[in-house]
Nanobody
Framework: QVQLVESGGGLVQPGQSLTLSCTISGFVVDYYAVAWFRQAPGKGRQAVGCISRDRGVEYFRTSVKGRITISRDSVNNSVYLQINNLKPEDTAVYYC?????????????????WGQGTQVTVSS
């Protein structure tokens, strides 16, 4: 049974950093494409970045490039999203998603498995 569980969200102040975790069971993370998406209030879901077996890490949003790091932990079968210098516009529900693709896609329809999401709120 495949399961993706996000954690690490919360309320943070602008300028602070946060690391979100996506703990995976049911498949080996090294062989799947695992992406992070976010959905802000009243907006559609957008891809933030992804890590895949064949192409490593790809970042899809220019608004967060330079502020985020995606990494993979084979021992804990997890993927992490670190966001630095958080801004109010980063407020969203963050989801991890996975697919048995060899490379990343920024389109949510390409992903088979989804976590339940974790809320990140950036506010002073």
């Amino acid at each position: 049974q495949v399961q993706l569980v996000e954690s690490g969200g919360g309320l943070v102040q602008p300028g602070q950093s946060l690391t979100l975790s996506c703990t995976i069971s049911g498949f080996v993370v090294d062989y799947y494409a695992v992406a992070w998406f976010r959905q802000a209030p009243g907006k559609g879901r957008q891809a933030v970045g992804c890590i895949s077996r064949d192409r490593g890490v790809e970042y899809f949003r220019t608004s967060v490039k330079g502020r985020i790091t995606i990494s993979r932990d084979s021992v804990n079968n997890s993927v992490y999203l670190q966001i630095n210098n958080l801004k109010p516009e980063d407020t969203a529900v963050y989801y991890c998603a996975a697919s048995a693709m060899q490379y990343c896609s920024e389109y949510d329809v390409q992903y088979t498995y989804w976590g339940q999401g974790t809320q990140v709120t950036v506010s002073s």
